[in-house]
């Protein structure tokens, strides 16, 4: 059997992930979260005492004991680093930096695209990430390039956190988000960028339902 794949690339804080998950939801597909695998290696770096930046021979010869696995529950995407639930803790701000500083290393892309790529073989899915139309699917039958202004996605962040009653400062969103921005960018390894084919939705001043009304059209036609 054929199964459809929709990949969703752009920036962080496009709201990949929480419209993504919407879609897939209406659809009936399943969403990967590919950033938070990116996460989850950042903290398996950090919980073993590694310094991502400048140990990172330590950290690739250590990537054989790097075992995460991606399940799913009643409440979506669960990431489990060495058999425990990490959902939660890979969402502060250490491991977001953390993450957008990992991946720039080729050995740990390698190992985690080949993971997405086994994943999308048997289910219909909507994966979202930097590479996914790029390098992960580049023959997805759906690639969308989402983003935003730095500003709205500092603010749509900023919401989100204090919404959870984490602590979040603007400032240090924005700054973050620049950082990143430049980082997954300009590395050299499956920087992010506009695949070819890919269609550009800007979503600044666009409300949340109308985002994935317009993303699940695209992928109704499609199927
Ligand atoms: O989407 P996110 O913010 O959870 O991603 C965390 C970091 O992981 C981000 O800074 C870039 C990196 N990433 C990547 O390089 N490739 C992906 N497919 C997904 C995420």
């Excluded at 500083?101 to 985690?112: D, F, G, W």
Aim: charged content about 35%; glycine content about 6%; aromatic content about 6%.
């Amino acid at each position: 059997m054929k199964y459809i794949s929709a990949g969703i690339d752009g920036p962080a804080g496009a709201g990949k992930s929480s419209v993504s998950k919407a879609v897939a939801g209406k659809l009936g597909f399943v969403y990967i979260d590919t950033g938070a695998m990116y996460r989850a290696a950042a903290l398996f770096a950090m919980n073993n005492g590694i310094d991502i930046v400048n140990e990172r021979e330590r950290l690739i010869s250590s990537l054989d004991r790097l075992d995460i696995a991606i399940k799913y529950t009643d409440d979506g995407q669960r990431v489990f680093l060495d058999g425990a639930d990490v959902s939660e803790t890979i969402r502060t701000p250490e491991v977001s930096v953390g993450a957008s500083n990992i991946a720039v290393i080729p050995e740990v892309r390698e190992k985690l695209v080949a993971m997405q790529r086994e994943m999308a073989k048997h289910d219909n899915v909507i994966m979202d990430g930097r590479d996914i139309c790029t390098v992960v699917l580049p023959d997805a039958d759906v690639k969308i390039f989402l983003t935003a202004s730095v500003e709205e996605r500092a603010k749509r962040r900023y919401k989100e956190m204090t919404e959870k009653g984490m602590d979040a400062d603007f400032e240090e969103i924005k700054r973050d988000i620049e950082y990143r921005d430049k980082n997954d960018s300009e590395r050299d390894a499956s920087p992010l960028k506009i695949a070819e084919g890919a269609a550009v939705v800007d979503t600044t001043g666009l409300t949340f339902d109308e985002v994935v009304e317009k993303l699940t059209a695209m992928i109704k036609e499609k199927m």
